[in-house]
């Protein structure tokens, strides 16, 4: 059973920096389209940052410069290094897999097919 795991989320200041981490089980998420999104209250859910099972990787516009997605193949885990963060970065963020890979570019939240809890992320200005 593919279970997906995030941490990592806190409450900081505008221009701080978080790690979140997302610790896979039950898949050899190499051969995954793998990614984050997220959802802040009244929006919809959008993608952040994915990595495919091809190593390609996508940054949205919105974090790009400021956002970097990486994977610990030894450790089954995806992060999400977030720095310079705004306040219009809060949101709860989500891990997300998707088997085999990417099925569209950038990847749609509708596309995934599974998901962790959520971690929350709130930034203050």
């Known amino acids: 059973q593919v279970q997906l795991v995030e941490s990592g989320g806190g409450s900081v200041q505008s221009g701080g920096s978080l790690r979140l981490s997302c610790a896979v089980s039950g898949v050899t998420y190499k051969s995954y389209c793998m990614g984050w999104f997220r959802q802040a209250p009244g929006k919809e859910r959008d993608g952040v940052a994915a990595?495919?099972?091809?190593?390609?990787?996508f940054y949205a516009d919105s974090v790009k410069g400021r956002v970097t997605i990486s994977q610990d193949n030894d450790k089954n885990t995806l992060y999400l290094q977030m720095n310079s963060l705004k306040p219009e970065d809060t949101a709860m963020y989500y891990c997300a897999a998707e088997n085999p890979r990417c099925s569209s570019w950038p990847p749609l939240s509708g596309g995934m097919d599974y998901w962790g809890k959520g971690t929350l992320v709130t930034i203050s200005s």
């Open positions: 990595i495919d099972s091809d190593g390609s990787i």
